[in-house]
């Protein structure tokens, strides 16, 4: 991890010059402040990208569902906007997929359906968690839900979950 430099005001006069030490330690400083560095200025939630619905995949889940069993997990948002919810299933059978948003605590049902292939524009903010259901009875099915930008990074607030993200353009 690299450490943090507290500016020298001396070296950052008007008048004083740029000297190569100096640059390097801005270089420094802004890889210990992207890493958490102690003493370091912190990002805030504001600098992350906001997220518009697209078809650039950014989480996917796909997971066999034996009759009569279900699939409930949850996904944790960081990053304000509309993010697309699209699932599937492979077998025709009678599957249901319930997607429920919890904002500060609160409930609110978003889909509810036993289409084959669900989808919807969701609005979230940070700290938004989507709780994702999948049914079904009769014959076993695979399920996929997807959450599609628009090209954007998604940034998962519960990032220990057995659920990711995938597909994003930062290291």
């Known amino acids: 991890m690299a450490s943090w430099v507290d500016p020298i005001d001396t070296e950052t006069d008007p008048d004083a010059p740029l000297k ?10 802004v890889i210990a402040a992207l890493e958490g560095a102690p003493g370091a200025q912190r990002l805030a939630l504001g600098a992350i990208e906001d997220i518009t619905a697209g078809v650039s995949v950014r989480h996917s889940y796909t997971k ?3 009759s009569g069993a279900g699939l409930s997990y949850e996904f944790g948002f960081l990053q304000s906007g509309i993010i697309r919810f699209l699932g ?3 077998v025709a059978t009678t599957t249901s997929c319930v997607v429920t948003r919890y904002r500060n605590g609160v409930a609110t049902s978003i889909l509810s359906t ?51 993200v995938t597909g994003n353009t930062f290291a």
């Not at 009875?137 to 990711?164: F, K, M, R």
């Open 64 to 66: 066999l569902i034996t």
């Open 114 to 164: 036993g289409i084959a292939a669900p989808t919807a524009d969701i609005d979230v903010l940070p700290f938004d968690i989507l709780l994702i259901a999948w049914t079904t009875s009769g014959i076993d099915t695979t399920v996929t839900t997807n959450l599609q930008t628009n090209g954007e990074n998604l940034w998962c607030a519960n990032p220990t979950s057995t659920v990711g």
């Open 88 to 90: 599937s299933r492979t």
């Open 20 to 29: 190569s030490e100096l640059a390097k330690r801005w270089d420094n400083n």
